[in-house]
């Protein structure tokens, strides 16, 4: 078969694919399209707020400025775009299955999509190293917490190689080919069907951070549980060789910030920790200590891998969607099943502030100041029977 009968049979396809999905976007009743738009306006709405709330506490709260946090505004930043640009074109391109935006909004909008999706990819890739980083290198780690220049660097990086990934192959694709196999009331990539491509890209995108992201998550876990086995071996020593008196000398542990870490300090210092003179309560306290570290382990297993599982839920189904439907250019994947992959990317940037920003202690309280300022401000009256 030669290219040009290739290229017609193709074209023809891809027209019969968006009647396809024109027709069964009109099957929709009312109240299913309201139900649909309230969903999207939700997503939207929680996207934008979510994110917007992390990029003001940066911007309020000076104390937040340090090299850890500048990954979070990062991340904040390309999900925001998500809720704020590439979720409302599409909303009523979805509704009614006609692009009628025309040709540079459309690659206006495929750049800005995988683009900020890639980017908040990277971003979460970022993030779990820099929490590897102060967990393994905690005395290094924080030297460099003022070097902000270097977390600008980074941020940089992760915005260009996003754009590289994607953005040429977009904009140059149909160049190269010599025509477009778009349709003029569709929208998406000239790439949609070339599974070689896909194959590549989604390499970098998906299966290369997440294997990152899993393995910097994993070794934080095992260096904390590796350090609270050293915190309890030194405890018993200290029993052994010192006076009660002695024993509430724990030894110190590095401070390590970050989603899941705060706890197994805490439960470290915990268990390194124990009040003088108590006599028998040792003996009590001895006993109940190992149910309290494997409770302690758990929780932080259950946070880090609920960042890993996120991550995989959430772009692991889209990913081997996309492979496998350019693979049998479109005809053994229905296409909703795509829509609800695609909506499962988006959702990954509703789900970030929660997971990420919003469990860093430093962030909580700076939401805490900018959503309920009268709890921080203290009333006249108690600072004068303070003064008193």
């Known amino acids: 078969m030669s290219e040009e009968q290739t290229d017609s049979n193709s074209t023809g396809y891809y027209f019969g694919n968006a009647s396809t999905r024109v027709q069964s976007s009109f099957v929709f009743s009312g109240p299913m399209i309201v139900i649909l738009m309230v969903m999207m306006v939700t997503l939207v709405v929680v996207i934008v707020l979510g994110n917007a709330l992390v990029i003001l506490a940066f911007k309020v709260d000076k104390s937040l400025r340090r090299q850890c946090n500048y990954y979070f505004l990062n991340l904040a930043i390309s999900d925001f775009l998500v809720g704020a640009f590439c979720i409302p074109v599409y909303i009523p391109y979805i509704l009614t299955g006609r692009w009628t935006l025309g040709r540079g909004l459309c690659k206006l909008w495929l750049v800005m999509d995988y683009l900020l999706c890639s980017a908040s990819v990277f971003s979460i890739v970022l993030i779990s190293y820099d929490r590897f980083l102060s967990v393994t290198r905690a005395v290094s780690y924080r030297a460099r917490q003022s070097m902000t220049h270097q977390a600008i660097i980074k941020m940089t990086a992760v915005w260009v190689l996003a754009f590289v990934l994607y953005g040429p192959a977009i904009i140059f694709w149909e160049l190269v080919v010599g025509r477009s196999r778009v349709p003029k009331d569709e929208c998406f990539a000239e790439f949609y069907y070339s599974w070689y491509f896909l194959l590549s890209a989604s390499m970098l995108e998906f299966f290369s951070p997440f ?178």
């Open 211 to 388: 294997i990152s992201v899993a393995f910097f998550n994993l070794s934080i876990y095992l260096s904390i549980r590796r350090r609270r086995l050293h915190s309890r071996e030194a405890q018993l020593h200290l029993q052994a060789s010192e006076p009660a008196s002695a024993q509430g000398e724990g030894i110190p542990l590095s401070h390590n910030w970050g989603f899941g870490i705060k706890l197994a300090v805490r439960g470290s210092i915990n268990s390194q920790t124990s009040s003088p003179g108590l006599g028998k309560l040792d003996a009590s306290n001895s006993r109940a200590a190992h149910p309290s570290r494997l409770s302690r382990d758990k929780k932080i297993a259950k946070s880090l891998a609920i960042i890993v599982c996120v991550f995989a839920i959430c772009w692991a189904p889209y990913t081997l969607l996309m492979i496998i439907r350019a693979a049998c250019r479109g005809r053994c994947i229905q296409h909703h099943w795509y829509e609800v992959t695609f909506w499962l990317l988006w959702l990954n940037s509703a789900i970030n502030p929660f997971l990420y920003p919003l469990c860093h202690s430093s962030f909580r309280r700076a939401f805490s100041k900018i959503l309920c300022p009268k709890r921080h401000t203290t009333p006249p009256s108690s600072v004068l029977r303070t003064g008193q």
